[in-house]
DNA sequence: ATCCTAACCCTTGCATACTAGTCGGTCAAC
DNA sequence: GTTGACCGACTAGTATGCAAGGGTTAGGAT
């Protein structure tokens, strides 16, 4: 009956829950298969296909779709097709520019706009993050490592309790961590990743807005340099 | 045939244009009545209403409030209802947070990382736009003076050739501008605002980060304080 | 009069059908 | 061999109908 073959139905058919709107949980699945890399950059991606996939109608599938392409995980192209974004050093420079300029915002907010009580609670939580942090590397826990990078900086976003905030950073730092995942030199970078974190919590605890704003400043540069190196290594995921 | 008397089918029935998606004019429509306060905070949007006004099916309506509800514009009740939002402090103080963030970076970004003849080019376009305000002001012309702020702010941010934050600092602007539309004391501030846009430029001229930062941050913060009195004014539209 | 219940109407969420635009291949004309 | 019209198989955009659940209200029992 249908001119497909149908072959790959079931291959990656994900359970939907029923106590959630569906176009929502497609749109994190999606969304994680992109960061991922299990949908390669520039890669088509069939509304009618994903549809059949999670057995639902286009209809959800279609607003997830539409969801991913505001946050700029995917181009949808009028009556050709939807499709994975590529890469470009212009969009990834960009995606610096925001999340240095609000996790600068939000250092020098904790260093001087908090009560010393509220920022004794920033230090002890991101000093446990720190520690699990050395552990992870000693283990060598590259998955381990990169998880508690994230809980670090969100739990910093989490004290200026701004959700938003913390949200963009997160989607911004998505966008890095795709890329990322093209390359492992991470495991050489431990100790510098490490002892910038300090750097960044010393100065808040010192209440020195300045100071904490320039190390997460450093830290984010850093970090970003890590990615240039890749548009050589995989020329067919840019453009 | 409906049960609805269809009093209004014609009240602001708006003109779609055929050569782009539906669903993307109506989401501007829908937009510009909530900044201009023709929809008001807390009242209730339908979806089956808005599809008769414009002439079209609910599902174009539907993806245009999915996308007003990402902006923070409206906010949906599954089985209940979809309703403009309403002001609350704490988001008016996250966007103020957001926005100074980025046009805090975007001038010091523009006082260092760029040549000296890109930093005249956004002397010169600056300073016209201050010469017309001046114009506006003179007038008394809230409006013509508002659109040239508007001006203003994205000039600086589109120097910087990152589209997104030009495009995030609009939206943050505009959840700003809507309630500052309750209050029109704006003629009182002209020329506070003048003076403010000045430092910044001169800032950047100077090729001074620091300042031109510090001079944003001082004009945005100053221009939130208006809004301070507003929930009193109005608190039927806060929650 | 008060409380509980059931029917109804409204809402959004989803399914399905249809429209129109684009790509790719075939085949005829030159 | 090259070009161009045509046709079929895709695509996203839109229309419409149905399902499921909350809110309100009328009506009966107490």
């Known amino acids: 009956m249908a001119k497909q073959p149908v072959i790959s139905m079931r291959t990656d058919a ?51 779709l539409i969801q991913l392409s505001n946050i700029g995980f995917v181009e949808v192209l009028p009556q050709r097709g939807t499709y994975v974004s590529k890469f470009s050093m212009d969009k990834i420079l960009e995606a610096r520019f925001i999340r240095e300029a609000l996790e600068v915002a939000v250092v020098g907010h904790l260093a001087i706009n908090t009560d010393e009580v509220t920022r004794l609670e920033v230090v002890a939580a991101c000093d446990k993050i720190i520690a699990d942090q050395k552990v992870a590397a000693a283990d060598d826990d590259a998955l381990a490592f990169q998880n508690l990078d994230d809980n670090f900086h969100q739990t910093l976003a989490g004290f200026t309790h701004y959700a938003r905030v913390a949200s963009l950073i997160e989607a911004e730092k998505a966008h890095m961590d795709r890329v990322r995942s093209l390359s492992l030199h991470v495991s050489g970078q431990y100790k510098r990743i490490l002892s910038q974190h300090a750097s960044i919590i010393k100065a808040i605890k010192s209440g020195s807005a300045e100071k904490a704003a320039a190390a997460m400043s450093v830290h984010l540069k850093d970090v970003y340099n890590i990615l240039e190196v890749i548009p050589q290594e995989h020329p067919e995921y840019f453009e």
């Open 14 to 64: 994900k359970e939907l829950s029923f106590d959630r709107p569906a176009a929502s949980q497609i749109f994190g699945f999606i969304r994680d298969a992109i960061i991922g890399m299990e949908l390669l950059p520039g890669q088509m991606i069939s509304e009618t296909a994903l549809a059949q996939q999670f057995g639902v109608s286009r209809t959800p599938v279609r607003e997830a």
